[in-house]
């Protein structure tokens, strides 16, 4: 059966639950019900952003689940698509936003039903991966585990210099290819990233939760950056800019949309920004971890997706593995990539291996395969940390599966 064709049979095949409950695709007719349902449970602006993507036309109602009491509905949650490149590999990817239930109706394995409804129509779609900005642990529940870290928002401690009022603006939708440029040049020097899609900049443009701004130089476009709301201070993000020079006056211009107000800005550490506002930023030790999830319904998809990455870390490192398998044990299951003289082969999946370093295989402990595929430790890292992950062949391992930098833009601010 055809993605497609399964995409399909999932659009349009309701699901009895319990009590005479229904979860289905959203329709028009439930619009102002599940904006009310959202505004209600999460804030008025996440209304208008639900509004956004399932009036787009890259998202639609497809991307929306109701569970409805006859013509109620008492639950919802929605699906964005995105692109996670890893190295050079983009794997699609999804992401779960906007779920929330009726006071009501809590209990009752409403979102459980819709997250399944979400991962089998992400599956559907071919996504490999899903990410998340989620609350603590709960998403755990449902096979999510925290995998990359949420860069820090730092406080600017003294204004940095400039003379005159930076060219400072509202972006507009004709800013969108020069905003995009600029993000894919910063995010360029990460290991792993995730861009805007092109629906959510035209989201980004029109919702409530936040503001995209601009710096001109010369009718060029030089910096870019996104604020929250000044309720408590203002939060500049997923800033970027061409030169240090226009990272300094982007700054300059944040801070002066509200004079006297608290900046903090979110470190994107070894980018254009992060060089330009060193001196000027308050780097405090971090409190408590904050992470995004991760979840992989289907370890030997992602593995073979990632073959050519893999293939590319082995080589570079110098490691002539050929006639050989690389094992990969989460103990319930293994994996094995078997290595000839010009690529990886594909990934054959088996069953519990207890003991892969028996083998010269590696063992990771399900919950933390995301970790070591997407995250800032590696195998070198968890290893130490871990007691269920390890390596037989430390330098083979090492060199497939080293520590990652992340770059996550995100229809919603993790802060």
């Known amino acids: 059966m055809t993605a497609t064709t399964t995409f399909s049979a999932i659009s349009s095949t309701p699901t009895p639950l319990a009590d005479g409950l229904v979860l289905r695709e959203a329709q028009p007719a439930d619009l102002d019900q599940i904006g009310a349902l959202l505004a209600d449970r999460m804030d008025a602006a996440d209304a208008v952003d639900h509004r956004l993507v399932v009036t787009d036309p890259d998202a639609g109602w497809s991307a929306c689940g109701a569970v409805v009491d006859g013509d109620r509905v008492v639950a919802t949650a929605t699906l964005l698509d995105e692109d996670v490149r890893v190295g050079g590999v983009h794997l699609p990817a999804g992401q779960v936003e906007l779920v929330s239930a009726d006071r009501e109706y809590e209990g009752r394995g409403l979102v459980r039903a819709l ?19 989620g609350i603590p642990y709960f ?41 995009a440029a600029l993000q894919d040049a910063t995010q360029s020097r990460f290991d792993v990233a995730m861009p805007h899609s092109a ?47 226009a990272a300094r006056d982007l700054l300059r211009g944040v801070a002066a949309l509200v004079p006297g107000s608290e900046v903090r800005v979110v470190h994107r550490a070894g980018t254009v920004t992060a060089a330009a506002w060193q001196e000027f ?27 050519p990455l893999l293939w590319h870390r082995l080589t570079a490192a110098g490691i002539d593995h050929t006639g050989r398998d690389i094992v990969i044990s989460t103990f319930g299951a293994h994996y094995r990539i078997p290595v ?76």
Not at 115 to 133: E, L, N, Y
Request: charge should be negative; glycine fraction near 8%.
């Open 115 to 133: 997250m399944k409804w979400a991962h089998d129509r992400s599956a559907a779609r071919g996504h490999v991966v899903q990410t998340m900005i």
């Open 199 to 245: 629906a959510c900049w035209r989201w980004l443009l029109a919702h409530e939760a936040s503001n995209l701004w601009v710096l001109e130089q010369d009718d060029t476009v030089t910096a870019v950056g996104r604020t929250t709301p000044p309720d408590d201070g203002v939060l500049l993000a997923e800033a970027a800019a061409r030169d240090e020079a």
């Open 281 to 307: 930023l308050d780097h405090e030790p971090r409190k408590q971890a904050e992470r995004y999830y991760v979840r992989i319904p289907d370890v030997a998809a992602l593995l073979d997706r990632l073959r």
């Open 340 to 415: 000839h003289a010009d690529g990886l082969g594909e990934v054959v999946a088996g069953g519990a291996m207890q003991s892969p370093g028996i083998v010269g295989g590696a063992g990771v402990a399900p919950d933390y395969l995301p970790a070591l595929l997407f995250g800032p430790h590696g195998i070198e890292g968890l290893t130490r940390t871990r007691p269920d992950v390890y390596a037989r062949e430390e330098e083979l391992f090492q060199a497939l599966f080293p520590p990652l930098t992340a770059d996550l833009l995100t229809y919603y601010l993790p802060y």
């Open 139 to 179: 998403y755990r529940l449902f096979g999510y585990e925290y995998a990359i870290d949420i860069p820090p928002a730092l406080t600017v401690r003294t204004p940095p210099p400039g003379e005159g009022t930076p060219a400072l603006r509202a972006a507009r939708p004709s800013d969108v290819p020069a905003m």
